[in-house]
T-cell receptor, first 114, second 109 residues
Framework: ETGVTQTPRHLVMGMTNKKSLKCEQHLGHNAMYWYKQSAKKPLELMFVYSLEERVENNSVPSRFSPECPNSSHLFLHLHTLQPEDSALYLC?????????????FGPGTRLTVT | GQNIDQPTEMTATEGAIVQINCTYQTSGFNGLFWYQQHAGEAPTFLSYNVLDGLEEKGRFSSFLSRSKGYSYLLLKELQMKDSASYLCAAVDSNYQLIWGAGTKLIIKP
């Protein structure tokens, strides 16, 4: 148990669907992250939140929309996705974003876009 | 640009020793992480080095040379459960993690 949970674990959606990924951390951390992991590629940082404020947005298409209602919860809203968006989406948290604290990862959501 | 290089795949024998190398180029440097990721699971923290030298933690050790932009993860007395991907990540001057693509380690009996 890493203290970071994600739901759903698996998601299949069509290109016209709207869905949301949920992440919750039980570690009292101040920073939360969304990553995309594709096979044989480095982790791609998508968004970083610190105390519910977005601090990083790495040129992510607008079809991905993050939401951080409080420091324990993070959502990724998905709409009109493309097949190339199929990947493992990982949520992580750490004590602070602007330091070298280790990140704790959730188990990920395996997303398939058909 | 910023870059991390590590081998794509390695194979080793149960009970043996394996060294996974990682070279990095970053804008500034604030340390280097190693994570382990079993198939279908979350990456989990193994080690963090910011000073030159070797840090030992049980069967796993991690080495850093800042002048060479080089690190390695050393796994001793390999067990079948060590079959996993090992991710190297360097911390740049903005405290962003620059990730490698991971090394898939296959352990054979």
């Amino acid at each position: 148990e890493t203290g970071v949970t994600q739901t759903p674990r698996h998601l299949v959606m069509g290109m016209t669907n709207k869905k949301s990924l949920k992440c919750e951390q039980h570690l009292g951390h101040n920073a939360m992250y969304w990553y995309k992991q594709s096979a044989k590629k480095p982790l791609e940082l998508m968004f970083v939140y610190s105390l519910e404020e977005r601090v990083e947005n790495n040129s992510v298409p607008s079809r991905f929309s993050p939401e951080c209602p409080n420091s324990s919860h993070l959502f990724l809203h998905l709409h009109t996705l493309q097949p190339e968006d199929s990947a493992l989406y990982l949520c992580a948290s750490s004590q602070a974003w602007d330091s070298s604290y280790e990140q704790y990862f959730g188990p990920g959501t395996r997303l398939t876009v058909t | 640009g910023q870059n991390i290089d590590q081998p794509t795949e390695m194979t080793a024998t149960e009970g043996a020793i394996v060294q996974i190398n990682c070279t990095y180029q970053t804008s500034g440097f604030n340390g280097l992480f190693w994570y382990q990721q079993h198939a279908g699971e979350a990456p989990t923290f193994l080690s963090y080095n910011v000073l030159d030298g070797l840090e030992e933690k049980g069967r796993f050790s991690s080495f850093l040379s800042r002048s060479k932009g080089y690190s390695y993860l050393l796994l001793k007395e390999l067990q079948m459960k060590d079959s996993a991907s090992y991710l190297c990540a360097a911390v740049d001057s903005n405290y962003q993690l620059i990730w490698g693509a991971g090394t898939k380690l296959i352990i054979k009996p």
